[in-house]
């Protein structure tokens, strides 16, 4: 490796928030030309820590399952904080054995180290409150838990 990669700074990753997504039954589109769609209502929930807001109804999350299970996650909700609303975009990956994407389909908890759950998290918004979020990438480790999907997001500095 050369020495001018050396000398970047290396990311550190920081905790942000907290979020907790409530998600109603997927609806199965079956098999379309994409692959196999999944569509998984966002019901509401709540994001605490350096952004507090409250996550209407009226999302979804556009999953695309791949022929070993594994799942592409495709989510867009919106929230409203004390300075207005927020545009949510989250993107990522469920992926885990057999047994256990089975188990999390039937509403299981699992132990989230028994399967790999990944996303990104991005804002957008209107209000100059935001701005500051706008310009920071997060990411997210995350967990389903029945009807919640439960995930903390790091700011990476």
Known sequence: MSDFFAELPQPRFEPAFDVTVHVGPPRDHGV???????????LGGRIA????AEILP???????????GTIGIDAEYTAVAAAGPLLIRTRGVRAGSDEVLARLS??????PDAYYFRTTFEVEAAA????????????AVCRRDGSEVRYRVHRIA
């Open 106 to 111: 039937r509403g299981e908890t699992v132990d």
């Open 32 to 42: 379309t030309s994409a692959g196999h769609r999944r569509v998984v209502p966002i």
């Open 128 to 139: 100059p409150e935001f701005s500051g979020l706008q310009r920071t990438l997060f990411v």
């Open 58 to 68: 009226g999302g979804s999350d556009r999953q695309l399952i791949a022929p070993d």
């Open 49 to 52: 820590g350096d952004l507090e």
